[in-house]
């Protein structure tokens, strides 16, 4: 089957507007976050982010399908000695106009920046939200099954009687467990904690995605030749992660720099039987808050690439 990859230059809550009702499968993103990285491309005042940011949530609804799901990784942060409720407001927003909040994974940033202050400690962490439009969605848990670990080889050596049967917890929480079950068992599910290292080799842009964070997803909520969007592309880490696995990839990217970064990867020989079927001239630099605006005289709309 046919692989497409489809950029596309401007402001995700006007772009999308193109693309068809219920025709993503996975929605993965990271925006800018509030107050953040101003002097780049962002910097929406906390304030503000739930009206910026709930007619781009629109599209992101309209677009998906029903069995399909939207991944958000955001974090908020600290101003005046507190965290921001932006984020909070957020979801709260969302479900209000028709999403279901049904997860959150937290992403462990193994090598969190360093630092020191008086009344806190370093932040390790940023959320991932999942998003779904109904209950029943797609699903592969199998798709990201991680190996058991060296913990079993002693732990299953000798079992006990109790081992042998399914034992309730002490603590009368009304779990249980019957760890014979593990016998055998090369490859085990991953728990909603994803343990990775921030991406250090910044591929020309300030917040990439490390792959394996994509990857995870696209893995475990879609199959192949589904379509995956990231409607804040930046270097396009996702939209890479999805062609590689052979997923259709949509991207969205409003500064003309990124975009084309993105554009010349994909000419690159370590995509999937890449070919650019056209090519087209970025403008000069300088120009370039002139030509967000006036895109369509300068930049093509769609750079579409078929494999
Ligand atoms: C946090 S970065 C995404 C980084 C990306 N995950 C990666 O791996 O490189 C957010 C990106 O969204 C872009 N952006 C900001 N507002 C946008 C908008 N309204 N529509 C499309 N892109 C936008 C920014 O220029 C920036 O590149």
């Known amino acids: 089957m046919k692989l497409t990859t489809d950029l596309y230059l ?65 974090k908020e942060k600290v101003v005046d000695g507190e965290r921001s409720t932006y984020v909070m407001e957020l979801i709260l927003e969302m479900r209000k106009r028709g ?8 992403w ?14 370093r932040d390790a962490w940023e959320r991932l939200l999942q998003f779904n439009k109904n209950r029943k969605f797609n ?12 913990w ?15 034992d309730s917890a002490k603590n009368g929480s ?48 879609t199959r192949e030749n589904d379509t995956v969007l990231d409607p804040f592309m930046g270097s396009g880490t996702t939209i890479e992660v999805a062609n590689k696995l052979r997923r259709n990839a949509i991207g969205v990217e409003i500064v003309p720099e990124y975009y084309d970064a ?3 990867r994909f000419a690159a020989a370590d995509t999937v039987d890449g070919k650019i079927r056209k090519e087209q001239k970025l403008p000069e630099r300088g120009n370039v808050a002139r030509d967000v605006k006036n895109q369509i005289i300068r930049i093509p ?3 579409k690439f078929l494999y």
């Open 139 to 150: 699903m592969y848990q199998d798709a990201v099954r991680i190996p058991v670990g060296d």
């Open 108 to 121: 462990h940033k193994k090598n969190c920046f360093p630092g020191k202050w008086s009344n806190r400690f």
């Open 10 to 74: 401007g402001d995700c809550r006007e772009e999308l507007k193109k693309i068809p009702c219920d025709s993503v499968d996975l929605i993965v993103t990271s925006p800018p976050y509030a107050d953040q990285r101003k002097s780049t491309y962002g910097g929406i005042v906390a304030e503000e982010y739930v009206e910026w940011f709930m007619p781009a949530a629109d599209e992101f609804l309209r677009v998906l399908k029903p069995s399909g799901t939207f991944i958000l990784n955001i």
């Open 99 to 106: 999403w279901l909040w049904t997860e959150e994974f937290i």
């Open 262 to 264: 993105v554009r010349k």
């Open 174 to 221: 009304g779990f249980g467990k019957n760890v014979s079950n593990w016998i055998g068992r090369e490859m085990v599910y991953p728990t909603n904690v994803i343990h990775l290292s921030t991406e250090c080799g910044n591929k020309n842009h300030s917040a990439a995605f490390p792959r394996e964070l994509p990857e995870w997803f696209v893995k475990l909520f």
């Open 301 to 303: 709309e769609i750079m």
């Open 152 to 166: 079993a080889k002693n732990r299953l050596k000798n079992l006990s009687e109790t081992d042998k049967v399914r």
